[in-house]
């Protein structure tokens, strides 16, 4: 059955599927939990287990996987599933912008208030849900107090405290833990990577596709830099994502594995001077991994992180060969 396709998360599912199968329905869910765990697919396999036109397979709380409701939500083209996110906004308003507007919450409930087609249910998954403006949580708040027939929000997000308490209140809460490395590894040998890239990445993901991924492409794009080189932790930071919202989690994976790399060295070394230098380095790399999470440049705290660990030629990718 297709909530099958969603790895890692039976716990979860469980909840859903007896919210799905009992026919009483909120009028919101919130899947909430880090990015790169499948809350999306998640949501998308809700709205096809409600909206699918096989009797006993909804009865089960999943969905055949094949009906016409099915194969258009799977290939996103179904009229009464819309995914409010930046995509959708800029191919909306054709701008790019900092928060999910109003404009495009409108959108979404004009074209719910359109003829509905077989099973009379409309989904809309609002993703990053926390990008919402205030006036577009304002809209999203007073749909939820007062829900038409019919109409199942789904808000996925990777931070609900950016939600409005009233808005939590009233959509059944729903937890996706990081994935266990197995799940990853799993996901990604059935995408095409071979076993032991995948079994290496999962290793490195902190439980999440998004970071493996990541953490892949990095590895790609600093494979041909030096350690040696006195440029190299500018080159690395450099290579992060531009925007601080999205560097912050790729520099704080990055220095967690040059603790990890320094750590086994440091296990492994007998002088105990060397050993000595070591262990400082390794208290203020954790020191440098708890500034990521505050209002700190990721930029700059992962050169200083990278120029304190240069003097150990540490790479960042101590199995780079295999990624
Ligand atoms: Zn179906």
Same mark, same amino acid.
């Given at each position: 059955?297709?909530?099958?396709?969603?790895?890692?998360?039976?716990?979860?599912?469980?909840?859903?599927?007896?919210?799905?199968?009992? %026919?009483?329905?909120?009028?919101?869910?919130?899947?909430?939990?880090?990015?790169?765990?499948?809350?999306?697919?998640?949501?998308? &396999?809700?709205?096809?287990?409600?909206?699918?036109?096989?009797?006993?397979?909804?009865? #089960?709380?999943?969905?055949?996987?094949?009906? $016409?409701?099915? !194969?258009?939500?799977?290939?996103?083209?179904?009229?009464?599933?819309?995914?409010?996110?930046?995509?959708?906004?800029?191919?909306?308003?054709?701008?790019?912008?900092?928060?999910? #507007?109003?404009?495009?919450?409108?959108?979404?409930?004009?074209?719910?208030?359109?003829?509905?087609?077989?099973?009379?249910?409309?989904? !809309? !998954?609002?993703?990053?849900?926390?990008?919402? #403006?205030?006036?577009?949580?304002?809209?999203?708040?007073?749909?939820?107090?007062?829900?038409?027939?019919?109409?199942?929000?789904?808000?996925?997000?990777?931070?609900?405290?950016?939600?409005?308490?009233?808005?939590?209140?009233?959509?059944?809460?729903?937890?996706?833990?990081?994935?266990?490395?197995?799940?990853?590894?799993?996901?990604?040998?059935? $995408?095409?990577?071979?076993?032991?890239?995948?079994?290496?990445?999962?290793?490195?993901?902190?439980?999440?596709?998004?970071?493996?991924?990541?953490? *892949?492409?990095?590895?790609? *794009?600093? #494979?041909?830099?030096?350690?040696?080189?006195?440029?190299?932790?500018?080159?690395?930071?450099?290579?992060?994502?531009?925007?601080?919202?999205?560097?912050?989690?790729?520099? %704080?994976?990055?220095?967690?594995?040059?603790?990890?790399?320094?750590?086994?060295?440091?296990?492994?070394?007998?002088?105990?001077?060397?050993?000595?230098?070591?262990?400082?380095?390794?208290?203020?790399?954790?020191?440098?991994?708890?500034?990521?999470?505050?209002?700190?440049?990721?930029?700059?705290?992962?050169?200083?992180?990278?120029? &304190?660990?240069?003097?150990?030629?540490?790479?960042?990718?101590?199995?780079?060969?295999?990624?």
């Amino acid at each position: 059955m297709p909530f099958q396709s969603v790895l890692g998360h039976d716990g979860a599912l469980k909840q859903i599927k007896t919210a799905l199968s009992s %026919g009483r329905m909120p009028p919101g869910f919130l899947f909430y939990g880090p990015g790169g765990v499948g809350k999306l697919l998640a949501a998308r &396999e809700t709205a096809r287990a409600l909206m699918c036109e096989d009797a006993a397979a909804r009865g #089960s709380g999943d969905s055949c996987g094949r009906c $016409r409701n099915c !194969i258009q939500i799977e290939n996103r083209v179904h009229p009464d599933v819309t995914v409010v996110n930046f995509e959708f906004q800029e191919n909306l308003l054709d701008k790019e912008m900092q928060e999910i #507007s109003i404009d495009s919450i409108r959108e979404v409930l004009k074209a719910a208030q359109r003829t509905c087609a077989l099973r009379g249910w409309k989904v !809309i !998954i609002a993703d990053s849900a926390d990008k919402l #403006s205030d006036s577009a949580q304002n809209a999203v708040l007073k749909l939820l107090e007062e829900p038409p027939e019919g109409t199942l929000w789904i808000l996925v997000t990777g931070a609900p405290s950016k939600l409005r308490p009233t808005i939590l209140s009233r959509c059944r809460a729903v937890h996706f833990a990081p994935l266990p490395d197995e799940a990853v590894a799993e996901i990604l040998v059935q $995408r095409g990577m071979a076993f032991d890239e995948a079994q290496s990445l999962s290793a490195m993901s902190g439980g999440s596709l998004a970071s493996a991924q990541f953490i *892949k492409e990095l590895a790609e *794009k600093t #494979s041909g830099f030096d350690p040696l080189d006195p440029l190299y932790a500018f080159r690395v930071a450099a290579s992060l994502p531009k925007t601080a919202m999205e560097a912050r989690p790729a520099a %704080g994976a990055i220095i967690e594995l040059l603790a990890r790399s320094l750590s086994a060295r440091w296990q492994a070394e007998t002088r105990p001077r060397t050993r000595g230098e070591m262990k400082l380095v390794l208290e203020q790399l954790l020191v440098y991994r708890r500034y990521i999470n505050l209002n700190v440049s990721p930029h700059t705290t992962l050169e200083a992180a990278l120029l &304190e660990t240069g003097k150990f030629h540490l790479s960042v990718f101590p199995h780079s060969s295999r990624v």
